[in-house]
């Protein structure tokens, strides 16, 4: 079939769920919708009105909706590439611009080809019973290998009080250039969940604590992470390959970004990915990237699945 023009709002839907992308603003999942309960697990446009506005590459993403699904790539926060000269902008250069987004089936297949590097970025999306399936491919279209690192981004509708539940017992998490120093500095491993003394950041805090942070769990040894609203059972789980995904990102946000003056969030993003931090060029230094070689394929996959728990911690 023909490709969705940029304006559409593209959707699939089971008899569990609702999933809706938009084509023009870099095919974001825009919500994820249990049809069972009505919950949507993802928060809408945070701009004034719920507008979508069509940003350009290299735009600042705070500045736009900041709101769903977003793929960032080939890096999350801006650099410049290593070993090349290439500045990728703020959260990578595939948010900010249109996908071709084709119906086949069943599934919605949105692709788009690299602006300052020759590669191809794949999604299919598609659902089975209570799971959003999200299979990724990659290709190296150079004949010199690429660098890089993907990073989900899915900011999660969340109210005070949900639980988090991560892979394994992680005992320490990994600050991700923090802009508040009541965390500490860039790279400082700080216990977990009590990243400030006396907060539980394994319980979502209100947005009045006015606080933001970004942490690493290197090297998941479960691929698996999740959400639960322990009133109602009602739970988001992910699930992962953790040889395609090693590392999972948390952004926390309760009231404490955007810091400019504007009113501050209330979110949560479990941020399965290729690599850390979020710069690229530290990703790389560190030999935590995905360095894909000429004409080379990668591939990977992310589950989601909404569904129902009695209780876990």
Same mark, same amino acid.
């Given at each position: 079939?023909?490709?969705?023009? !940029?304006?559409?709002?593209?959707?699939?839907?089971?008899?569990?769920?609702?999933?809706?992308? &938009?084509?023009? =603003?870099?095919?974001?999942?825009?919500? !994820?919708?249990?049809?069972?309960?009505? &919950?949507?697990?993802?928060?809408?446009? %945070?701009?004034?009105?719920?507008?979508?506005? %069509?940003?350009?590459? #290299?735009?600042?993403?705070?500045?736009?909706?900041?709101?769903?699904?977003?793929?960032?790539?080939?890096?999350?926060?801006?650099?410049?590439?290593?070993?090349?000269?290439? =500045?990728?902008?703020?959260?990578?250069?595939?948010?900010?611009?249109?996908?071709?987004?084709?119906?086949?089936?069943?599934?919605?297949?949105?692709?788009?080809?690299?602006?300052?590097?020759?590669?191809?970025?794949?999604? &299919?999306?598609?659902?089975?019973?209570?799971?959003?399936?999200?299979?990724?491919?990659?290709?190296?279209?150079?004949?010199?290998? *690429?660098?890089?690192?993907?990073?989900?981004?899915? !900011?999660?509708?969340?109210?005070?009080?949900?639980?988090?539940?991560?892979?394994?017992?992680?005992?320490?998490?990994?600050?991700?250039?923090?802009?508040?120093?009541? *965390?500490?500095?860039?790279?400082?491993?700080?216990?977990?969940?009590?990243?400030?003394?006396?907060?539980? *950041?394994?319980?979502? %805090?209100?947005?009045?604590?006015?606080?933001?942070?970004?942490?690493?769990?290197?090297?998941?040894?479960?691929?698996?992470?999740?959400?639960?609203?322990? =009133?109602?059972?009602?739970?988001?789980?992910?699930?992962?390959? %953790?040889?395609?995904?090693?590392?999972? #990102?948390?952004?926390?946000?309760?009231?404490?970004?955007?810091?400019?003056?504007?009113?501050?969030?209330?979110?949560?993003?479990?941020?399965?990915?290729?690599?850390?931090?979020? &710069?690229?060029?530290?990703?790389?230094?560190? #030999?935590?990237?995905?360095?894909?070689?000429?004409?080379?394929?990668?591939?990977?996959?992310?589950? !989601?699945?909404?569904?129902?728990?009695?209780?876990?911690?």
């Amino acid at each position: 079939m023909s490709p969705a023009a !940029l304006t559409d709002t593209l959707s699939l839907e089971n008899e569990q769920l609702s999933v809706r992308l &938009r084509p023009g =603003q870099g095919a974001k999942l825009c919500s !994820l919708l249990d049809r069972r309960t009505g &919950r949507d697990w993802l928060i809408p446009s %945070q701009l004034p009105g719920g507008v979508y506005l %069509q940003p350009t590459c #290299g735009d600042d993403f705070s500045r736009f909706d900041t709101s769903g699904f977003d793929d960032c790539f080939p890096t999350v926060s801006a650099c410049k590439a290593p070993g090349m000269d290439i =500045q990728w902008p703020d959260h990578g250069e595939l948010w900010s611009r249109p996908w071709e987004v084709t119906r086949e089936g069943a599934s919605l297949l949105a692709r788009i080809d690299g602006q300052a590097w020759p590669y191809t970025f794949s999604r &299919r999306v598609s659902l089975e019973g209570d799971t959003l399936c999200l299979d990724y491919t990659l290709d190296n279209r150079a004949d010199r290998p *690429f660098p890089n690192l993907w990073s989900a981004h899915p !900011l999660l509708k969340v109210s005070p009080g949900m639980k988090l539940w991560l892979p394994g017992s992680p005992g320490s998490a990994f600050l991700n250039a923090p802009s508040d120093p009541a *965390f500490g500095s860039h790279g400082e491993a700080r216990p977990w969940p009590e990243l400030l003394p006396g907060v539980d *950041f394994s319980t979502v %805090q209100p947005r009045s604590l006015g606080r933001a942070v970004k942490v690493f769990f290197p090297r998941v040894q479960e691929g698996t992470c999740g959400i639960l609203e322990p =009133q109602s059972g009602e739970a988001l789980t992910f699930t992962w390959n %953790q040889a395609e995904l090693p590392h999972l #990102g948390l952004w926390l946000c309760y009231g404490g970004w955007p810091d400019d003056g504007r009113p501050g969030h209330l979110t949560v993003a479990l941020e399965p990915c290729t690599g850390l931090p979020d &710069r690229l060029d530290e990703a790389a230094e560190g #030999g935590t990237c995905l360095m894909l070689p000429p004409g080379g394929r990668a591939a990977w996959s992310l589950r !989601l699945r909404s569904h129902h728990l009695h209780s876990r911690s």
